[in-house]
């Protein structure tokens, strides 16, 4: 449940960032469309996402938690989310069940 909610917060930030970047922008502008209006509130949350995320990326590769830790605060959670890893199955053979029987359950 941990990983759904940080995963919740590190997608929903940049999008309230993206919707103030856009307000920011509209006081200044005229917009005559909702849709124009969208269209920016989208690109604006995209290019804040992209931006923290690539300073994340560069933090690890560095080694450095400091600069990974602040751009992953401005994605809403200090580090990214781990998912635990699950063992893969191995393949089922459908010659292994009994004839006349059916694998649909």
């Not at 509209?26 to 849709?35: L, M």
């Not at 080694?63 to 089922?92: D, H, I, M």
């Amino acid at each position: 449940m941990t990983g759904l909610f940080v995963s919740a917060m590190r997608t929903g930030v940049p999008l309230v960032a993206g919707w103030l970047l856009t307000l920011a922008a509209h006081a200044g502008i005229d917009f005559d469309s909702t849709a124009a209006t969208g269209a920016v509130t989208v690109l604006l949350a995209f290019v804040y996402y992209l931006v923290f995320r690539l300073l994340e990326w560069l933090g690890e590769r560095a080694r450095g938690t400091f600069l990974q830790n602040l751009a992953g605060l401005f994605l809403g959670w200090a580090r990214p989310p781990s998912y635990p890893t699950v063992e893969a199955l191995e393949p089922v053979d459908p010659r292994s069940y009994p004839p006349g029987s059916t694998t649909l359950g």
